[in-house]
Nanobody, 125 residues
């Protein structure tokens, strides 16, 4: 059974940085590399929204306009882990961040086949 576990969330001040991790279990290195990976977030009272996605090999990344230039996604297929480096954080980045895995087609629109339980990021002004 595939499980995704996010970590690295916390309380920071505006302008600070955080690095989120999403570790996949139940997948071999080869199997993990067949999945595109992505991050979504959900702020209080708002719908879940796409943040960023990365292709299976890691060669392509797709960013929401709101985070472009500040966030960087990467993956380590040998560790079955995807990372989200968040820089220059803003109060509007406050949300629960979810990791998702699935086919690259449709990932940005509705996420993948598997989801983590999320990690809370709070950015104070």
């Amino acid at each position: 059974q595939v499980q995704l576990v996010e970590s690295g969330g916390g309380l920071v001040q505006a302008g600070d940085s955080l690095r989120l991790s999403c570790a996949a279990s139940g997948l071999t290195e080869i199997t993990f590399s067949t999945y595109a990976m992505g991050w979504f977030r959900q702020a209080p009272g708002k719908e879940r929204e796409f943040v960023v996605a990365i292709s299976r090999s890691g060669s392509s990344q797709y960013y929401a306009d709101s985070v472009k230039g500040r966030f960087i996604i990467s993956r380590d297929n040998a560790k079955s882990t995807v990372y989200l480096q968040m820089n220059s954080l803003k109060p509007e980045d406050t949300a629960v961040y979810y990791c998702t895995a699935g086919p690259v087609v449709g990932l940005r629109d509705s996420g993948g086949d598997y989801w983590g339980k999320g990690t809370l990021v709070t950015v104070s002004s």
